[in-house]
């Protein structure tokens, strides 16, 4: 990998994109990673919004403190229309120079790398990415922040309507989140034994759900879960019931949304062991000159992928999982 000589001593941390739980442990990580390294720290409010309008403050350990457990994130994040032009960036560049920040570590998704990306290149100014999506979509890395508290989150919730359900015998309709990635559905789907799982990486095929149910119904199986990705392709869980109900018109059938619970909470303890570590990475990352990459984590090793590779995991999903899917709930 590339390695820029440019010593750095002033650093600038931002959240950015959609939050995660989890980005308070990494930015906890970075700071303290920094000073240690005896660098400073600043905190760069709401993404890369605080950056072109200069909300920026130093941070000390005790700025940290007590944050690990905590959702959410302490420098609050923003999606920033500005920053997609050069002269928003140029605004942000300048904000830098004249506080001596001289590198920034971005924890976000990859449209905060890109955005990462065109600034480094625009401005030389060195760019480490963390991985911070619930999706957990990123290519180039097994973990992202804040999928195993989004997955865990959804698993509580299903297990609690599923209670319910039996008590009923209803089909439950449960849509987590997921636009463009089926993780959330797939693994939540797995641990609460769902009967189908509908995930944007495979085209729904509505016509075989209805027989299964059909035929479920004659075998006197009366609950059945259906888990749908918001980014399922047949329209969500709302069309999911729709149609069922005009084929099976006696069917007992109920919808549940969950969103945004699945971004909030306390993140779990994966979610902050990859977070301390990427955090502290991403610091070392700066120190030995390995510039414009993101963090990631692959077969539980460090890995450092260039930025301008961020891009979204497309239909990654292999057939044995939903092989898996049918058999386990038949
Ligand atoms: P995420 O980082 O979670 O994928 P977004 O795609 O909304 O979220 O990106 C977050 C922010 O990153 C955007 O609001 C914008 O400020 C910046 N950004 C994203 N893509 C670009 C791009 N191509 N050029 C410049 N900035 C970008």
């Known amino acids: 990998m590339k390695k820029i000589e440019k010593k750095v001593s002033r ?53 940290v403190a007590n944050i690990i457990q905590r959702g959410g994130t302490i ?14 960036r140029k605004k942000g560049y300048e904000n830098l120079k004249k506080r001596g920040i001289d590198a920034m570590i971005i924890i976000g998704g990859d449209g905060s790398f890109r955005g990462a990306v065109k600034f480094s290149q ?3 100014i060195p760019c480490i990415g963390i991985a911070g999506t619930i999706d957990k979509d990123i290519y180039g890395t097994d973990f992202t922040i804040g999928f195993d508290t989004a997955v865990n989150t959804a698993v509580e919730a299903i297990d609690k309507i599923r209670d319910t359900m039996d008590a009923h ?33 495979r085209k ?15 075998r006197k199986k009366l609950v059945n879960l259906i888990v749908v990705a918001e980014g399922e392709n047949f329209g969500g869980a709302d069309e999911v019931q729709r149609k069922i109900l005009k084929e099976i018109p006696t069917a007992e059938i109920r919808v549940c949304i969950l969103g945004h619970i ?41 890995h450092y992928i260039p930025l301008e590779n961020a891009v979204k995991t497309k239909g990654k999903i292999g057939d044995e999982w939903l092989k898996i899917v049918k058999i386990l709930a038949s």
């Open 262 to 302: 699945q971004r909030g909470g306390s993140p779990s303890c994966l979610d902050r062991l990859i977070a301390s570590r990427m955090g502290y990475h991403s610091v070392e990352c700066l120190i030995e000159g390995r510039y414009n990459v993101f963090v990631g984590i692959m077969n539980n090793k460090m």
């Open 11 to 63: 650093i600038g941390v931002l959240t950015s994109g959609g939050d995660a739980p989890g980005m308070n442990a990494a930015i906890r990580a970075v700071v303290r990673t920094g000073i240690y390294n005896e660098l400073e720290v600043h905190g760069i409010m709401r993404g890369y919004q605080g950056l072109i309008e200069d909300d920026i403050m130093k941070l000390e350990s005790r700025s």
């Open 122 to 124: 625009e401005f030389n």
């Open 204 to 218: 729904t095929d509505i016509d075989a759900l209805v027989t299964g149910l059909q035929e479920t119904k004659k």
């Open 169 to 201: 015998d209803r089909i439950f309709v449960i849509e987590v989140m997921g636009r463009d990635a089926g993780y959330i559905a797939l693994h939540s789907g797995i641990a609460t034994g769902a009967e189908n799982i509908l995930i944007p990486e």
């Open 75 to 88: 420098l609050k994040t923003a999606r920033c229309k500005e920053f997609y032009d050069y002269e928003g």
